[in-house]
Each structure stands twice: as C-alpha cells, then as structure tokens.
C-alpha cells in the first residue's frame, strides 16, 4: 500500500498482511513515541523532543491537542486513579485527569530518575496499582553504581517504597502486560559485530536478573553466553541469569511493545507487537519495522514492513499501543506519524 509522502522524504510503500490495513491516523509531530488511550477513546502520545505530550480527541485524531508542554523528554505515558502518569528523562510526574481532559494542570513529581546514558524512561501499572518504571544504563557495557539503571523498579503509585524488580536489562525501554506476566523489549550491548548480541524479548520476574552486564543471549531459552569483552570480569553471574524468550537481530533497537487482546484482527494475530526502531551501527541495516512475536513460542515474525528500502530508511517506528476498538497505534519519530493499523475494515 503507497502512503505518499507523509512525513517521508520518499513515498512510503507499506507492507501488511492480507486484509490488514495502514494508514496515517495524526501527523506533524516532532519525536512521537509512547502512547495511552482514555476511557473515553482519546489518545495521549509523548512527543520527546517537543517536550510535550499531544491529546488526539477520539473524533478528529487528526488534529492533536497539546495537553502538556515544557517537559524533560517525556517518554513512557499510564493512565491510572484518576492520573497521568509521564515518565521524563530525569522523573516520573502525574497529572490530575479525567477522560476528556485537553489542558493538563501543574503536575506532582513523585519521583526523580538518574540521567544522561540511555535516556527513555517507562512506566506502566499492574492491576493491583503498583508502578513499574524502567531505567536504562548509563553506558554501553560497564557496572553501575546507581542500583535504578539497567533495571525496572516497582513502587506504590505515589512513587514511595520504591524497590528492584527485575535487573540486568541494558534498556528494557518497552514494557506490557499480558496474562499476569510483564514483558520487556531490551536493547543488547554495541561493538561487538554485526551479529552479537541478539536483541530480546523478556518475561520479567520479581527478583530476577536477566545477565546484562556480564552475559547475554544467544539462543532463545538457552543459557546466557559470557561476554567476550567483559563477562570475564563475573563468570558466575550468567549461572542464574534469565535468558530472553524471544530475540531478533542484533542492533535492530525494540522499543515499545504492546500485547494484543481485541478481536478486530484473526485469532493468529493475537500476539505481542513491538516497534523496532533500527540500528544505527550495523553494516547492513536492520530494524525498522513492526514485529510480532508469540509468547508461547517465542517466534518473531515481520508485520509491518517498508520503512527500510535497501540501505535507505524511510521511517522509524517507535511506540505501539491496542485500542479499544481492536486496531493498532504505532508512532514513527523520524516522520512525525502516527499510523493505525486495522483489519477488515
């Protein structure tokens, strides 16, 4: 399907699967990335480099709103009590709000985050309202000294008692839901070739430690590897370190992902989708593009494709999000766009 030329600097030719289909649902932003839908069926999305955060009302999503502005690279967005929660580079904020809101009012911080390295933050709740936030690390590979990088947190949801949930995640910047298990995109490490490491897919546990800095995986569900460069350093630690379920190729950047429950797509579609952005320092590009991956299998497959033409890229998805009514959001923050997907329809 040719969508022109929205946002692009080439016309985008945008590939589905049958019966699906793409099309541009709200435009002109800077660096959308995470999104959140109301109640009421509006949308919020971040928009990092904007430094704001865009309503798109639920009956013209073409012509967002902006709800707040002079943010820290907000990124990560939940709705829960009454609240909206935006994770920033350097805090996590909530703004008083009801569906329908357009204006958010002065917001309470409720918690400060480390920065500069890896510099998205995510947030998401679970149903007993604990807040999960993810912190990525500070460097490519090394042992940090500030327990919140490179690992997810859980708090209450004012942002008090605060504790480690799950560690040794380079930057698990996607998190989801689904069944009662949380699931997390991670970005694996640099400079170690084009192959190494794969990027992968998480099952988080309370407790559990998932091998970065010292190992990584390279076969789904088999035993982490030592890091050649630096696992030297702690052998014994890729011993009890949780390997990724699912992986794809390396350097291909996971970020948001999102857990398919609707029933507008066929019962084979009812997956996890995740955005992957891109790499930025393989020979031969990977990435760009949206993946779906089974939670049982761990099998990775291409859902929407065309945003990388030969060594060309044409766009860069980012967040992705299940409405209500059964489709699909996904942001592409090299174009500004935010695309839905739908079947049938």
């Not at 797509?265 to 990977?286: C, D, E, M, T």
């Amino acid at each position: 399907m040719v969508l022109g030329s929205v946002g692009a600097a080439q016309p985008l030719t945008l590939q589905a699967p049958t019966g699906f289909k793409v099309s541009p649902y709200a435009q002109g932003f800077k660096n959308p990335r995470f999104m959140v839908q109301a109640p009421n069926g509006d949308v919020l999305v971040s928009d990092m480099s904007a430094g704001k955060v865009y309503m798109l009302p639920h009956s013209a999503p073409d012509k967002p709103v902006v709800y707040a502005q002079g943010l820290h690279s907000p990124h990560g967005l939940a709705l829960h009590g009454g609240y909206l929660y935006v994770a920033n580079t350097d805090s996590v904020v909530r703004f008083a709000y009801k569906a329908g809101d357009q204006k958010g009012q002065t917001p309470q911080k409720l918690l400060s985050l480390p920065t500069g390295g890896h510099f998205t933050r995510t947030v998401v709740f679970d149903q007993a309202g604990k807040m999960y936030v993810s912190v990525g690390s500070s460097c490519n590979v090394c042992e940090e000294s500030d327990p919140h990088r490179a690992a997810v947190w859980v708090y209450d949801a004012d942002g008090k008692n605060g504790k480690p949930y799950a560690t040794g995640l380079r930057n698990a910047v996607g998190l989801a839901w689904l069944d009662g298990v949380l699931y997390a995109s991670n970005n694996g490490r640099d400079n170690l070739g084009d192959n190494l490491p794969p990027e992968g897919f998480y099952k988080l546990a309370s407790g559990a430690f998932f091998g970065w800095p010292y190992c990584y995986t390279v076969k789904a569900g088999q035993p982490q590897v030592w890091d050649k460069d630096f696992g030297r350093k702690n052998p014994a630690a890729c011993t009890g370190a949780t390997p990724a379920f699912a992986l794809t190729t390396a350097h291909a950047a996971p970020l948001g992902i999102a857990a398919y429950t609707g029933q507008q797509f066929p019962v084979a579609y009812r997956k996890i989708f995740a955005a992957l952005h891109g790499s930025w320092n393989r020979s031969q590009k990977s990435g760009y593009k949206l993946v779906m991956i089974d939670p049982k299998t761990g099998q990775v497959s291409d859902f929407v494709t065309g945003f990388l033409r030969g060594q060309t890229t044409l766009g860069r998805p980012a967040g992705v999000l299940a409405l209500a009514d059964g489709s699909l959001l996904f942001t592409d923050d090299q174009n500004g766009v935010v695309y839905r997907v739908s079947y049938g329809r």
